[in-house]
């Protein structure tokens, strides 16, 4: 299993942004997917959560009403929208995924058997 995150770049803050995640392999119709980031010098911390049928989402508190996660199952591909962006995003975004049998969303990195490769997002101010 492979996972294949992009879309970063370097953005003004109040600037829009999306990432996509590729997950190579059948697992991703039966996987929870999750949004991670880790700014500079800090730990990872959790973002988003989309359980396998898309029907349940989780965010973290940070980005709860600016970033949206979705995903397209016939694409292997998990989605995170981000507006109103500011300074304090800026961080590597990270992919993750894990199979399970329930439809369920996990904020532990621990939860996750698969990373992505990590993509950068910049704010500007």
């Known amino acids: 299993v492979q996972l294949q995150a992009s879309g970063g770049g370097l953005v003004q803050a109040g600037d829009s942004l999306k990432l996509s995640c590729v997950v190579s392999?059948?697992?991703?119709?039966?996987?929870?997917m999750g949004w991670f980031r880790q700014p500079a010098g800090k730990e990872r911390e959790f973002v988003a959560s989309i359980d396998r049928r898309g029907s349940g989402t989780d965010y973290s508190d940070s980005v709860k009403g600016r970033f949206t996660i979705s995903r397209e199952n016939a694409k292997n591909t998990v989605y995170l929208q981000m507006y109103s962006l500011n300074p304090e995003d800026t961080a590597v975004y990270f992919c993750a995924a894990t199979a399970t049998l329930k439809t369920v969303t996990f904020r532990k990195i621990g939860s996750y058997d698969y990373w992505g490769q990590g993509t950068l997002v910049t704010v500007s101010s």
């Open positions: 392999g059948r697992l991703f119709s039966t996987a929870t």
